[in-house]
């Protein structure tokens, strides 16, 4: 009871604690490379403009991934991330995971390194739901 009186109270604090979450939220999410659709990641690859950086691990990777991908499981992305992708330093990023949980962590790896980051929005899952095809190793 007494919670939703200083709610009522401080109406103007809490609201501006709300806006602050959002806009922490927000620019973390940006952080870590913005969520782009598969449509478009799939434009991205057609034009060469992006490579697509698969973090899951190698077992997943076998059982089916996006062609091209290159496989560097989400362990050692921080370690080896740049030496894999020096290649690729002037293109866009695509960093693809099972469903996005890792994808946000390797994604603000490879930004605070100087690449220019997206993420798969739903990841490989995704990917599959929209009848898109893998290929399996």
């Known amino acids: 009871m007494e919670f939703f009186v200083f709610l009522s109270q401080?109406?103007?604090l809490v609201a501006?604690?709300?806006?602050l979450m959002l806009v922490y939220a927000w620019r973390e999410r940006i952080k870590n490379g913005p969520?782009?659709?598969?449509h478009e990641v799939t434009r991205l690859l057609n034009s060469e403009a992006a490579v697509l950086l698969d973090v899951r691990e190698a077992a997943d990777y076998k059982a089916g991934h996006i062609s091209g991908a290159i496989s560097l499981?989400?362990?050692k992305v921080a370690a080896e991330g740049e030496?894999?992708?020096q290649p690729y330093r002037d293109?866009?990023?695509v960093v693809a995971d099972k469903f996005g949980q890792h994808a946000g962590a390797a994604g603000r790896t490879l930004g605070q390194k100087g690449f220019d980051v997206r993420r798969l929005a739903g990841g490989v899952?995704?990917?599959?739901?929209?009848?898109l095809p893998l290929v399996k190793s």
């Open 10 to 12: 401080q109406w103007l």
């Open 73 to 75: 499981p989400h362990t």
């Open 125 to 131: 899952t995704e990917w599959q739901n929209q009848g």
């Open 83 to 85: 030496q894999v992708l």
């Open 16 to 19: 501006t604690l709300a806006a």
């Open 35 to 38: 969520p782009i659709p598969a």
């Open 91 to 93: 293109k866009i990023v």
